[in-house]
């Protein structure tokens, strides 16, 4: 019997499946920091995971075959247990239709992160991806009325004025996809600009000693 077959109330299953048969969603920008998912193992040793983790079926030949759209952190902390051998390594999870559209898919990952205690680099990590459905958008012809931080700001629960406050904080991703904020760029600039001064006092120095004393 096909998973279509099986969905039952409201188009969902719910049901557990083991940690190794789950991928990652790659279109689901937030970072989890380790010590999140650890301290989630820990709750999940002591109480057992209270909440399911949300996947569609999704073959893609690499071993695995469902993809995540909620819950990575539950999954990642059972993973680890797993690892450890702490627990069977099954997780409860509610399998839902695989979304139509990459769209569709980037909008269920959105709605599921609203409900988490953001960081400011969640939230840009957030805006980044609206801007992407925005710009996927404009290129297929169905360009979204309004300005672009205002169907941003829709996207993710905040006001278009509050999503360029939230991008003024920000000049990009590093090479490991991180936020990286300006205040830190700022901050080595002085430190680059110090560093010069002192070595120009230094060498004036030197050059005021070296005349007077040889």
């Keep these: ?16 499946i083991h940690c190794s048969l789950i991928r990652r969603n790659e279109l689901n920008r937030l970072h989890i920091a ?29 071993g695995k075959k469902y993809t995540l759209i909620g819950g990575e952190t539950r999954w990642r902390a059972i993973s680890y247990l797993y690892d450890n051998g702490a627990v069977d390594g099954y997780v409860y999870v509610t399998v839902i239709p695989k979304p139509k559209t990459i769209h ?13 205690e953001k960081t400011d680099e969640d939230i840009y990590l957030e805006i980044l991806g609206a801007e992407d459905e925005y710009e996927s958008l404009c290129e297929s012809g169905e360009r979204p009325s309004g300005k672009k931080r205002d169907f941003v700001g829709k996207c ?30 700022n ?6 600009n110090d560093k010069e001064h002192c070595k120009y006092h230094t060498q004036s120095l030197k050059n005021h000693l070296e005349k007077y004393y040889q």
């Design 34 to 62: 380790d010590d999140k998912v650890k301290a989630i193992a820990w709750s999940i040793q002591r109480g057992g995971q209270l909440e399911n983790a949300t996947v569609y079926e999704d073959d893609l030949q690499d």
């Design 104 to 116: 569709e898919e980037r909008r269920l990952i959105r709605d599921d992160n609203l409900q988490r």
């Design 1 to 16: 019997m096909g998973l279509a077959a099986k969905l039952g109330n409201g188009g969902v299953l719910r049901t557990k």
């Design 187 to 192: 901050k080595n600039k002085k430190e680059d």
């Design 156 to 185: 993710i629960g905040m006001s278009g004025r509050n999503v360029d406050n939230i991008k003024k904080k920000f000049s990009g991703l590093d090479s490991d996809g991180y936020p990286i904020p300006v205040e830190s760029i």
